[in-house]
């Protein structure tokens, strides 16, 4: 039989870290976006004041099936107001999904989602961000408990390199121009001193080398457009509390190139079961020339294929560089679950509008050539 509670307080989260870690990595969409302690971190340091924070566990006797993490916003819109539950998700948590022990999800979610609509009865809808295309929760959309309805839609791609065979057999498929600029790259980075990767994982990959590869993150781009971790006193506490959470669970990578003496590129990773996410990188724009962020990926690719000890490397997010390395590419969704009753119906054909409005190729210009005519009327 399975039974439910609700958690809403720091003490009784702890108590479940290792049980929900553990669901985590046996789910069919494992992530580590959806464990403790990435969900935990967001907890404590990604919600604004006005929001507030619930956790639904499921329970059959002493094994947790099912984790359903929600953040409850207070949300209005033309003069319509509700509440939203929603997962976790920002720009440093990228998807947001509900866990089920694999083989028990269609048995299990519909005791989460119920839970969760007693705690918030008068909730507009429940709202997942970037779910994996093998997430549970979109084949379950025929099978919702009565009362809900599932309305989902296309929110983008992410890449990931499969890591099979030889390197040198990968390597050869690369384009012939991306090659060059990878032998020029090493040809110049040869030239200085004391050039070399550093690969930091299991009781080496300490928190400490936070601030190392922060600092480096800040060296690029990233400083200027205003979006390096270092910037961010929010941030450096968000990253501090994760870094700390994922080394524990003995999950969190670190990886750096270092040349003249210096820290020249870096990598955070968190090494899942057989897949290594490469979730933020960062390098040092004075040595730009000698492409140091390509030559450091370019070794950890070449290091994984040589250990096989994992089956990809996850980039997560979908960005033009990420072709020059011949990666794959996954489909992530927005999924909203809607109660029955005035305002939720009126929410959902809302969004069904919405996503008519980016589909459709005469909506999609007839929305442009309005923005463009009400720009130009303001600026007359």
């Known amino acids: 039989m399975i039974c439910t509670d609700i958690i809403d307080n720091f003490g009784k989260l702890t108590c479940l870290s290792n049980l929900w870690n553990s669901l985590a990595l046996q789910a069919t969409h494992s992530s580590p976006f959806l464990s403790y302690a990435w969900v935990s971190s967001y907890f404590e340091h990604s919600l604004s004041s006005c929001e507030q924070w619930f956790v639904v566990a499921a329970f059959e006797g002493e094994e947790l099936v099912g984790i359903l993490p929600l953040i409850a916003c207070p949300y209005s819109f033309v003069g319509f107001s509700g509440i939203i539950l929603r997962c976790p998700h920002d720009d440093h948590t990228f998807c947001g999904d509900l866990l089920a022990a694999p083989g028990k999800e269609l048995k299990v979610i519909p005791y989460l989602l119920v839970a969760a609509a007693q705690y918030y009865p008068r909730f507009l809808y429940i709202q997942f961000n970037h779910v994996s295309e093998c997430s549970p929760i979109l084949q379950y959309q025929d099978a919702l408990p009565r009362g809900l309805s599932f309305l989902s839609s296309p929110s983008g791609y992410g890449s990931f390199l499969p890591i099979h065979g030889h390197f040198d057999s990968y390597y050869k ?136 000890e994992i089956d990809m490397i996850d980039f997560v997010t979908d960005m033009p560089w990420h072709a020059n390395w011949m990666v794959s590419k996954r489909s992530y969704y927005k999924v909203r679950i809607f109660q029955r009753g005035i305002k939720p119906n009126i929410y959902r054909l809302m969004d069904k509008v919405r996503y008519l409005l980016k589909t459709l190729p005469l909506a999609r210009r007839s929305v442009e050539y309005y923005r463009d005519l009400m720009a130009k009327y303001k600026n007359a």
């Open 173 to 308: 498929n690369l384009s012939g121009n991306f090659r060059r600029n990878l032998r020029k790259a090493r040809n110049k980075l040869e030239k200085l001193s004391g050039v070399k990767p550093i690969f930091l994982a299991g009781p080496d990959a300490a928190m400490d080398s936070f601030v190392r590869f922060a600092t480096v993150e800040a060296q690029s781009w990233k400083r200027d457009a205003g979006t390096a971790i270092l910037l961010s006193t929010k941030l450096m506490a968000f990253y501090g509390c994760l870094t700390k959470r994922l080394s524990e669970a003995d999950w969190l990578e670190w990886h750096f190139l270092e040349a003249d003496g210096n820290t020249i590129a870096g990598h955070m990773a968190i090494r899942f079961n057989r897949t290594l996410v490469l979730w933020k990188i960062g390098y040092d724009a004075e040595y730009s020339k000698c492409a140091p962020g390509n030559i450091l990926l370019e070794e950890l690719i070449k290091k994984e294929y040589a250990s096989d």
